[in-house]
């Protein structure tokens, strides 16, 4: 046999293992170069803007003050999304196994905690119970922030961006560079990563709610400082208690770290569900890791169909 016919030997066998390994997965976004098997059928949906494309221009706080939300309860009403496409099918029953296992764990671990926990933030109060104008005026609050000295390098602030309705939020640690330029998160490939693993599930960017656990762009991207934290769990605390969302879903493993004080590894922390002031809390990895690192699709994979199982089961228990 010649050098070539056994290196293209090889490449068949590795061909052959990597359908194998992953015959069982059926998305566009695992693939980028196309879906192993056939999508879900799903209404089309506009890509939603992620951020502006116009060039990006440094603005002051006061500049980025937040359009005045309209009292008016009928656009209230209007203002809240529209409930998700159903999830896709899970057609591997170990799997489906697996997903009902996890859903029962965590409803026994959930009967194990103080309900609701977190306490309505009093600016919920102030705006009648909307979570909107609620969350305007923090954010107001927010984009002046000098607490710690991230404030003396960042360029902007990135308060999160999404629904004030949503059930599920996705918590990150920092900006990065991107977000920092543009006020917005997960702005870029990551972002638009992040856009499709959602929909994926059957989720638009309008039913869920993305932020970070600092609001600003710790130099060089490094990992967050305690002290940093310290001064910024807060404003993730009260975004919490004004969305209340059912789910949490940290994105990679210092956001989940730092969000369940933990050093447990991110392999540990995907096994099971955890809580934050009550509200159950699931990890899975960051969209960035997963562009350098396409591996890890299949496990976020899975880690997001637990989620909207979940996400599903709660929903559920509440009607
Ligand atoms: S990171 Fe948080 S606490 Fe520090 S300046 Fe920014 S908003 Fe304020």
């Known amino acids: 046999m010649t050098h070539a016919e056994d290196h293209h030997g090889q490449l068949k066998n590795d061909l052959r293992k990597w359908v194998e390994q992953n015959s069982d997965t059926g998305l566009d976004w695992f693939l980028d170069e196309g879906p192993v098997e056939a999508l879900p059928e799903a209404p089309v949906v506009p890509e939603v803007p992620i951020a502006p494309e116009a060039p990006v221009i440094p603005v002051t706080p006061e500049s980025q003050t937040t359009p005045e939300v309209p009292a008016n309860p009928e656009l209230q009403k209007a ?28 409803f026994g671990l959930m009967g194990r ?161 955890h809580f934050y002031e009550g509200i159950p809390v699931m990890a899975t990895y960051h969209p960035a890791a997963l562009l350098r690192n396409p591996a890890w699709k299949r496990d976020t994979w899975n880690d997001v169909r637990r989620l909207r199982a979940l996400y599903d089961a709660l929903e559920q228990r509440k009607s």
């Open 113 to 273: 905690q103080a309900p609701h926990q977190v306490v309505p933030d009093p600016l919920l109060e102030k705006h009648g119970g909307d979570p909107r104008r609620a969350l305007k005026e923090l954010r107001d609050e927010v984009l002046p922030c000098v607490q710690c000295k991230l404030a003396e390098t960042r360029t902007q602030v990135v308060f999160g961006a999404g629904s004030a309705h949503a059930k599920v939020m996705f918590i990150g640690e920092a900006p990065g560079r991107d977000e920092d330029l543009q006020g917005q998160p997960f702005v870029g490939a990551s972002g638009q990563l992040l856009t499709k693993i959602i929909s994926a599930i059957g989720f638009e960017r309008e039913h869920i709610f993305i932020g970070n656990i600092l609001k600003c762009r710790p130099p060089a991207n490094r990992d967050p400082l305690p002290v940093e934290v310290k001064a910024c769990e807060p404003f993730l605390k009260r975004q919490l208690a004004i969305i209340q969302p059912s789910i949490i879903c940290c994105l990679g493993r210092v956001a989940a770290q730092t969000l369940l004080n933990t050093e447990d590894g991110l392999g540990k922390l995907r096994e099971s569900v």
């Open 79 to 106: 203002a809240k999304p529209q409930p998700p496409q159903p999830a896709p099918p899970i057609k591997d029953p170990e799997f489906q196994r697996q997903c009902d296992h996890f859903v029962e764990a965590t």
